[in-house]
C-alpha cells in the first residue's frame, strides 16, 4: 500500500488549506486513516484520525475545532480541511492507514503500518 499526499502550501495565518491523500493498492473502505505532523526539531504528532469500523473521528487538542478529517469512498480519499491556521501549525503532514488498528492505538505513530511520503505546511506572515 502506498500513500500520495498532497495539498501543502504556504499561507498566512487565519488562512485554510486542504490536505489530500489516496492509497493506492486498498480501498479506504473498512481501514483507519489518520494524519500526523512533524515539525522541525519536534517530534511526530499525531493530528487527526477516523476509525475504522463506525469511522468515529478523534482529534489532537491543538487542532480540535479548526481541523476536519473526512473520507470520500468513493474517491477512494481522505481529507484533512485545516482553517484558522497558526504559525504552529507549519509541519510537514503525513497521512496514515492501517487496517486492523484499534481505537485506543489511534494516536500513536507506531501503531500505524502504513505512511505518506509527507506534504510540507508553511504557516507565516
Request: aromatic letters at 10%; a positive charge; hydrophobic letters at 35%.
Amino acid at each position: 500500500v502506498q500513500l500520495q499526499a498532497s495539498g501543502g502550501g504556504v499561507v498566512q495565518p487565519g488562512e485554510s488549506l486542504r490536505l489530500s491523500c489516496v492509497p493506492s493498492g486498498r480501498t479506504l473502505r473498512g481501514a483507519a486513516v489518520g494524519w500526523f505532523r512533524q515539525a522541525p526539531g519536534k517530534e511526530r504528532e499525531f493530528v487527526a484520525a477516523s476509525t475504522r469500523t463506525n469511522g468515529g473521528t478523534v482529534y489532537s487538542n491543538s487542532v480540535k475545532g479548526r481541523f476536519t478529517l473526512f473520507r470520500d469512498n468513493a474517491k477512494n480519499t481522505v481529507y484533512l480541511q485545516m482553517n484558522n491556521l497558526k504559525a504552529e501549525d507549519t509541519a510537514v503532514y503525513y497521512c496514515v492507514l492501517d487496517g486492523s488498528i484499534i481505537s485506543s492505538s489511534l494516536s500513536s505513530a507506531s501503531a500505524w503500518d502504513y505512511w505518506g511520503q509527507g506534504t510540507q505546511v508553511t504557516v507565516s506572515s
